[in-house]
């Protein structure tokens, strides 16, 4: 590895403009991602984005077309053994030698990571079995793994030989809810510990709840990087007021739009809005008196933060 | 790379088409060691053969372990074992998607391609002791004590080496093509194109002894280069071809190397080219699902 940057002492990983093509055909064009140290860092984008391709080139399973790569500070070079001896990746849906046991297959890749102590292995093994639930699972061919049990094992897997920064694509895949509450519960406690993680997800309200920066990605570009907060507070203000009328006339519903620091007004059903606001103020005051002036009355007013998936969906359409 | 050795070895030995390869030919080794004595008579393993002129006596074992493979069929033989044993050695981890795992983990590509090479060594040379001493052990039941056990090692390792020569074609062709199936398809179609050319200007030109310079045809280069060097180590050999031209074809010497240069030639010919080949594209496959 080479390349060691002092302003990149902080950070666990650290992409460049990416850009990954198979041929004429684009696979990333310009990804951009920062993941600092001790951190839980969501990746967001719709299927096909670019989140796998770039994961998949920050290990080395793909060849980077142009862009910059940095681990701890360095740039991978040919196998990259010291970068992956600090990183555990899980792909989306991970595959396993089906004739393996699952406590083979960690032992099987914990041989070829370089552990020589058997024992110690062995240990190893059992301990993150049990980590992941599969403990009672550890002397079944992985053949006989459902999908859920594949990702669980996956986990395993890249929890080997106690990575520094953890790369995972949809590891709650599969999973029932206690398994994605336990895999939560998990990556929470690596964090703890000081280790980073990348984790690439659909489950939205998840990544809102467990991540404190996300980076989005559409159409192989970065759309944004943030913490969560800030991102819901540059779309819009972070405030959304939920408000329901006795009546909703489409002069209200344009008198409300002219309200100082309205962006959007969104008709929800029969007599209930969305109200996103810009600026972080009480609007109650406001809906109530234009609902008056228009012959109405507000029944309800509740305020709600701007959710992820609202900010992601947002996001993605404008990216467009 | 021995911990690679190890996981390629551990799925070799669970795979069922090993043991139904494997097994296939240890019958084969009953059949032609016991089986063909008893039925057509001792006649047919006492007959002069060209292995009598090589090594002198009509050595049954010997004949069955070597000679009597030295066809089209013995090309079949090596094929089958070497060849398809190690067919999805690389393939398969393309194709199941299980080269992610392998791929990610702090391990230089070459230690995982020669890791899993060095598998192939080790379980080919077992097959290949197997099958000698099971045709020795069926010639001696079947038509008594036989003799020569020097050429033991001999043969275990012209059988080996010709398995090998199998085994490196399917690790350069699983390389690119990421395919078992697709490197079976091409395994069996470079085999008997090559068989094909090799008869036709064989019968048209008259130039099957030049033909032993081509491997795979029937995996006669190592399989006669190993021995021979075994034998004769210091020895010198005269390569002959045949001039080709408008006129009649006539022999004319190429010519004369020591037999150590031959074995490493044969080698390097047919073993070492198509694994670094192989290793050329290996180390540059991308994992894109």
């Not at chain 1, 980073?196 to 990605?217: A, D, F, G, N, R």
């Not at chain 2, 690790?171 to 050319?197: D, K, N, Y």
Request: with cysteine; aromatic share 10%.
């Amino acid at each position: 590895m080479r390349g060691s940057s002092p302003a990149s002492s902080v950070l666990a990983l650290e992409v460049k403009n990416l850009m990954k093509s198979y041929g004429a055909f684009p696979g990333v064009w310009d990804v951009n991602l920062t993941v600092e140290k001790g951190t839980l860092h969501g990746f967001l984008g719709p299927n096909g984005s670019g989140k796998t391709t770039t994961m998949k080139c920050v290990m080395g399973l793909l060849r980077k077309t142009s862009g910059l790569i940095r681990v701890f500070g360095e740039e991978p070079l040919g196998d990259a053994i010291r970068m992956k001896k600090r990183v555990g990746y899980m792909p989306e849906s991970p595959s396993f030698p089906t004739y393996l046991k699952g406590r083979e297959v960690l032992l099987t890749y914990g041989r070829i990571r370089g552990g020589s102590d058997e024992g110690r292995l062995d240990e190893e093994s059992r301990s993150l079995l049990q980590k992941v639930g599969l403990a009672d699972a550890a002397e079944k061919t992985v053949g006989k793994y459902s999908r859920g049990m594949l990702t669980r094992l996956g986990l395993a897997v890249a929890l080997l030989g106690r990575p520094d920064l953890l790369i995972l694509d949809e590891p709650t895949e599969g999973l029932d809810p206690v398994g994605v509450i336990q895999v939560r519960e998990m990556l929470n406690g690596l964090v703890s510990e000081g280790r980073s993680v990348l984790l690439s997800s659909h489950q939205l309200p998840e990544v809102q709840q467990m991540c404190s920066k996300v980076t989005i990605v559409n159409n192989g570009r970065t759309v944004t990087e943030g913490s969560v907060d800030d991102l819901a507070k540059r779309f819009h203000g972070g405030v959304v007021y939920k408000a329901e009328f006795d009546s909703l006339s489409p002069e209200l519903i344009s008198k409300l739009k002219k309200i100082d620091g309205v962006s959007e007004v969104e008709v929800l059903h029969d007599n209930v809005i969305r109200v996103f606001v810009s600026k972080d103020y009480d609007l109650r005051v406001f809906l109530a008196r234009s609902a008056s002036e228009y012959g109405s009355l507000l029944l309800s007013c509740e305020r709600e933060e701007a959710s992820l998936e609202e900010l992601f969906l947002s996001l993605v359409k404008e990216s467009d | 790379m021995w911990a690679v050795a190890r996981y390629e070895l551990t799925w070799d030995l669970r795979k069922k088409r090993t043991y139904l390869i494997v097994g296939l030919f240890l019958f084969t080794a009953f059949v032609l060691g016991y089986l063909v004595p008893i039925t057509a008579g001792k006649s047919v393993a006492e007959g002069q053969t060209q292995l009598g002129i090589i090594f002198g006596g009509g050595l049954w074992w010997v004949e069955v372990a070597y000679m009597a493979f030295n066809t089209f069929m013995s090309g079949l033989f090596f094929l089958f074992i070497g060849g398809f044993i190690s067919a999805d050695s690389l393939a398969s981890e393309f194709d199941h998607n299980t080269a992610v795992p392998l791929l990610s983990q702090p391990i230089r590509r070459a230690e995982v391609y020669v890791g899993k090479f060095l598998a192939k060594i080790i379980l080919l040379l077992v097959v290949s002791v197997l099958f000698t001493l099971l045709v020795l052990a069926a010639s001696e039941i079947s038509i008594g004590a036989q003799a020569q056990m020097d050429m033991l090692p001999l043969l275990v390792f012209a059988e080996f080496g010709a398995f090998l020569e199998f085994a490196a074609l399917a690790f350069f062709l699983g390389s690119f093509a990421r395919s078992g199936e697709m490197v079976l398809g091409l395994l069996i179609t470079v085999f008997i194109m090559i068989t094909a050319v090799v008869l036709v200007l064989g019968l048209k030109f008259g130039l099957q002894e030049s033909m032993f310079l081509i491997p795979v045809v029937n995996a006669d280069f190592l399989l006669n280069v190993i021995p021979y060097y075994i034998v004769q180590p210091w020895g010198v050999m005269v390569l002959q071809g045949y001039a080709l031209g408008a006129g009649p074809t006539v022999p004319v010497t190429v010519t004369v190397i020591s037999a150590l240069q031959y074995v490493l030639a044969g080698l390097a010919i047919s073993v070492l080219t198509p694994l670094a080949a192989g290793y050329y594209f290996f180390r540059r496959a991308e994992v894109k699902e």
